[in-house]
């Protein structure tokens, strides 16, 4: 899977390959694989460029246009379950 946004967030943040890759604590070549496809992102990879990207998972992998990050909910009571 190619991921064409990881491109785009880096270059729209100045950034370098190398840059992003010391963010991720891996090695240059390492994060060219992700950013060209060659090898398929993590889920906490991808959560953690979101996070520095503030933007959504979503948008990185090209299934919304909206870059902006979800609004998290509010904390609610969890309901109990009785085992009745």
């Not at 520095?52 to 309901?79: C, F, H, M, Q, W």
Request: charged share 35%; proline share 2%.
């Amino acid at each position: 899977m190619q991921y064409p946004r990881l491109k785009d967030l880096r270059e729209d943040y100045d950034l370098r390959q190398i840059d992003v890759a010391k963010i991720l604590g891996m090695n240059q070549q390492q994060y060219s694989r992700y950013e060209t496809g060659k090898q398929t992102i993590t889920t906490e990879l991808l959560v953690k460029l979101a996070g520095y990207y503030r933007s959504s998972t979503d948008y990185i992998l090209g299934l919304t246009d909206v870059r902006k990050p979800y609004r998290k909910k509010a904390n609610t009571k969890k309901e109990k379950i009785s085992n009745r």
